[in-house]
């Protein structure tokens, strides 16, 4: 248990390290934290160290004794960045098999598909709608339209950007023979806030429904639906806070765990009526669909705003229903808004159809001995030379990198 305290304690003070600064009566031994150097994945290597700990705590699994397995687990390379957060039982079983770090071809193959699809959405997608987000908040003052657009782009260049980098995670990972935990399953498709959060950053979702939300709803049931709603809020709470100690940070987990409240709350009227009238149905999943987005995409406002002041001004802007001069869209940069037209359809598409590849045939013995699949290798390497012909010229950091 004080390991646990320990780590907790150390995340905490390297995520919260501005608010330290910022507010001297904290900073009880008079540490300047700003010019303490912050490692690089501290949140992913942490949570994951966490789960284990707990889970031999509360015996769910035994300690492994292998103190160059648990290394691993903890420092595995292409999950350090930004995730996806695996739990121990499923990395040892997967570094005890006979294939792990073995060329294994069936298994490139698919680690291949993960790792140009995570580049595509990276370097093409997500790449070329940042320059237009960036463009149109420079001009949000000018109509509610040009804040919907900037806050559409927004949504699903963060998507692009974040499913991106898990993919690329996801194949490099599944090269050395470990597959990790899938991250996003068509979120935009989700038609209630509860099916949203189980589709999108599935893998910190997972481990805070695990660790956090079930102990603190076994602890407050004798509370009944208060007590669901009171661990909802604080499990959403920490998911904002868990990227920054910006107050814009908190208030966006507020603002989803008052929507998931709702969700909670409404879920029998919705299921009584959908069951009387069962026709309504395709009309309610539209309905609900488009709400669910509409309100992700609301959150991402105060999610991406460097204060609450400035957020207050986007929403403000946007309800004022203020029409666009016709003037503004003549000016745009054709080679600005085309590229980031196409990439946020595209986006968009895969963020409501996609759920990954097929891994079937990943466990599928192999060797080094085995026939290289040569047309594979061809057309992967078209892709490749695609990539770098189709990636923008724009190319910043992942986003989720700072977090």
């Not at 031999?56 to 903890?74: D, H, N, Q």
């Not at 709400?291 to 929403?315: D, G, K, N, Y």
């Not at 010229?393 to 990198?401: E, L």
């Amino acid at each position: 248990m004080a390991s646990i305290v320990l780590i907790t304690a150390i995340l905490v003070v390297y995520k919260f390290s501005s608010l330290f600064d910022q507010l001297p009566e904290l900073n009880l031994i008079r540490i300047n934290f700003s010019e303490i150097l912050i490692p690089i994945g501290i949140s992913y290597y942490i949570f994951k160290a966490l789960s284990y700990l707990l889970d031999v705590y509360w015996e769910s699994i035994p300690v492994e004794k292998s103190f160059i397995k648990v290394a691993l687990f903890l420092g595995f390379f292409p999950q350090i960045l930004s995730g996806p957060i695996q739990r121990a039982p499923e990395f040892f079983e997967q570094v005890d098999s006979a294939d792990f770090c073995r060329i294994n071809w069936n298994r490139f193959d698919i680690a291949t598909k993960w790792i140009l699809l995570g580049f595509f959405e990276k370097v093409v997608l997500a790449d070329h709608i940042g320059p237009m987000v960036e463009y149109l908040d420079q001009h949000f003052r000018d109509g509610s339209l040009v804040v919907l657009l900037s806050s559409y782009a927004y949504t699903i260049q963060l998507f692009a950007d974040f499913s991106g980098l898990t993919h690329i995670s996801i194949g490099v990972g599944l090269i050395f023979g470990i597959l990790g935990p899938q991250n996003f399953n068509r979120p935009f498709s989700a038609t209630n806030m509860q099916i949203f959060w189980q589709r999108w950053n599935m893998s910190l979702t997972n481990w805070l429904r695990d660790y956090i939300f079930e102990p603190l709803q076994m602890s407050l049931r004798n509370l009944g639906i208060l007590g669901v709603s009171i661990a909802l809020m604080i499990n959403m709470i920490i998911i904002g806070i868990w990227h920054g100690s910006n107050l814009t940070f908190l208030l966006f987990g507020i603002f989803h765990g008052t929507l998931l409240i709702l969700t909670l709350l409404s879920a029998r009227k919705r299921d009584y009526f959908f069951k009387k009238y069962p026709r309504a149905i395709p009309i309610g999943n539209i309905i609900g669909i488009l709400l669910t987005f509409h309100l992700v995409v609301l959150a991402l406002i105060i999610f991406r705003s460097q204060s609450i002041e400035v957020a207050t001004q986007f929403i403000a802007v946007l309800m004022e229903f203020k029409i666009v001069d016709g003037e503004f869209w003549k000016v745009i940069p054709y080679d600005l808004y085309l590229p980031a037209s196409v990439a946020s359809i595209m986006g968009f598409i895969l963020g409501f159809s996609f759920s990954g590849f097929k891994n079937s045939d990943m466990n599928k013995r192999d060797s080094i001995n085995s026939k290289v699949p040569i047309a594979g290798i061809f057309i992967y390497s078209i892709s490749a030379i695609l990539l770098i012909l189709l990636a923008s010229n724009n190319s910043n950091q992942f986003i989720y990198a700072r977090f």
